[in-house]
C-alpha cells in the first residue's frame, strides 16, 4: 500500500511538474548535494592551524609538532621557518646558563609619528604579539661551555626593525664583551631601519659599528649569523661586520629589495639572487649552516678564535 502510494504521488508530480523540473526540486536534490559536499571534503580537507602548517617552499601539510621538533625546518625540503627569538636562544644556549641584559629598554616616540597608527600603539600591539619589549634579546651565556654575548633578532617585532632601542641594546652587548673580553655573536632578522624613529633610527647604524670597531682593535671575534630576512640597514652595519659570516640555507640577504633592484637597473636579476647560497658562490660570506648544525658551528668557531693560553692574546689576531 505504501508503495502504491508513493508512486501515485510521483506520477502527480509529473503531470504537473513535467520529467525535466522533478529533478530539480529539493527533495530529489538533496542527496545529490550531500554526495557532493563528502567528495569536496576527501579532496579538500580543511586542517586546523594549530595542528598543522604548510610548508612556503614544497606546499606540504606537515604536523606542527614534527616542524617544532626539528628546529622549525621542513623535513621534506629543509626550508627553514623563522623561529621566535625565545626558541632560537633555548636551541642555542645551555640549560641554566642565559642571563639577559637590558630586556626593560623601551621605544620612545620623539617625533611623535603617526601613519594609520600612532607609533606607540603600533609598540603595543607588537608587546602584545610576541611577549618583548623591543626588536632585539641580548644576554649573556654558554653554547656547548663556550662563553659568549648573544643577540637575536625578533622578526615578529615590528618587521625586526632598528630602532633607537634596537641599537642601545647591542652597542651595551658589544661593550660588555669588551669588559668581560668574551666573543659576540649577533643573529639578524630584519626588514631594515624603523621609519617611525627617522634619523634616529639610521643613526643607530653608526653607533653599533663604532662599538664593534673597538671591539676588533680589543681583538676580541665577532660572528655575525643572517637570516631570513636580513635587509636594510641591519644588513649594512652589523650583519656584514662580522669577522665570520655565517647565513641559514636560502636566507634572503640584502639591502634594498629585488624589484627596487630590478626597477632601477632595468634588468632580469640572476636566479637565486640575494640568496645566501648566491652571496655564499660571490664571496659575500663565509659559510651556509643548517640550523640543526649551527649550535656546534658557533661552539667550534668561538674556541677556535678564543684566546690562547700563554699570551693572553686571540687567536685571529
Same mark, same amino acid.
Given at each position: ?10 506520477? !502527480? ?6 520529467? *525535466?523540473?522533478?529533478?530539480e ?9 550531500? $554526495? ?6 576527501k579532496? +579538500? =580537507?580543511?586542517f ?6 604548510k610548508?612556503?617552499?614544497c !606546499?606540504?601539510? /606537515?604536523?606542527?609538532k614534527? /616542524?617544532?621538533? +626539528? ?6 625540503c ?11 636562544i ?12 637590558? $630586556?626593560?629598554?623601551v ?7 603617526k601613519d594609520?597608527k600612532?607609533?606607540p600603539h603600533?609598540?603595543? $600591539?607588537?608587546?602584545?604579539?610576541? *611577549?618583548?619589549k ?10 656547548? *661551555? ?5 643577540? /637575536?633578532?625578533e622578526? !615578529?617585532f615590528?618587521?625586526g626593525?632598528? *630602532? ?8 651595551r652587548? @658589544?661593550?660588555r664583551? @669588551? ?6 655573536? @649577533? ?7 624603523r621609519?617611525?624613529?627617522g ?32 635587509t ?10 662580522g669577522?665570520?659570516?655565517?647565513a ?5 640577504i ?8 630590478k $626597477? ?5 636579476? =640572476? ?7 648566491y ?5 659575500? /660570506?663565509d ?14 668557531l ?7 693560553e700563554?699570551? +693572553? ?5
Amino acid at each position: 500500500m505504501t508503495t502504491l502510494c508513493v508512486f501515485v504521488s510521483y506520477i !502527480n508530480l509529473y503531470r504537473i511538474y513535467g520529467k *525535466g523540473n522533478i529533478k530539480e526540486m529539493s527533495w530529489f536534490k538533496k542527496g545529490e548535494d550531500f $554526495e557532493k559536499e563528502e567528495k569536496e571534503k576527501k579532496e +579538500n =580537507p580543511k586542517f586546523s592551524e594549530d595542528l598543522w602548517i604548510k610548508c612556503n617552499s614544497c !606546499n606540504e601539510m /606537515i604536523y606542527r609538532k614534527v /616542524i617544532e621538533q +626539528n628546529f622549525q625546518v621542513c623535513p621534506k625540503c629543509n626550508y627553514h621557518f623563522q623561529i621566535p627569538a625565545r626558541k632560537r636562544i633555548e636551541s642555542l644556549i645551555d640549560p641554566g646558563t642565559f642571563i639577559e641584559y637590558d $630586556e626593560d629598554l623601551v621605544s620612545d616616540d620623539p617625533l611623535e609619528f603617526k601613519d594609520t597608527k600612532r607609533y606607540p600603539h603600533r609598540i603595543k $600591539e607588537s608587546q602584545e604579539a610576541t *611577549g618583548q619589549k623591543d626588536a632585539v634579546i641580548c644576554g649573556e651565556g654558554k653554547i656547548e *661551555g663556550q662563553p659568549v654575548m648573544i643577540g /637575536i633578532f625578533e622578526f !615578529n617585532f615590528m618587521g625586526g626593525s632598528l *630602532g633607537s632601542v634596537v641599537g642601545e641594546k647591542i652597542t651595551r652587548l @658589544i661593550e660588555r664583551a @669588551i669588559e668581560k673580553k668574551v666573543g659576540v655573536v @649577533i643573529f639578524c632578522a630584519s626588514g631594515g631601519a624603523r621609519m617611525q624613529e627617522g634619523i634616529l633610527s639610521l643613526m643607530q647604524m653608526a653607533k653599533m659599528s663604532a662599538a664593534l670597531a673597538r671591539l676588533h682593535e680589543a681583538h676580541i671575534p665577532y660572528i655575525s649569523v643572517l637570516t631570513d630576512p636580513t635587509t636594510g640597514g641591519v644588513t649594512a652595519s652589523i650583519g656584514m661586520l662580522g669577522d665570520i659570516i655565517i647565513a641559514e640555507p636560502k636566507a634572503m640577504i640584502g639591502f634594498a629589495g629585488p624589484r627596487v633592484i630590478k $626597477e632601477t637597473i632595468r634588468t632580469e636579476l =640572476p636566479e637565486g639572487f640575494q640568496r645566501a647560497e648566491y652571496l655564499l658562490e660571490h664571496g659575500m /660570506i663565509d659559510l651556509i649552516v643548517e640550523r640543526k648544525d649551527l649550535r656546534h658551528t658557533i661552539a667550534l668557531l668561538l674556541e677556535m678564535l678564543g684566546r690562547k693560553e700563554k699570551d +693572553n692574546r686571540f687567536f685571529y689576531e
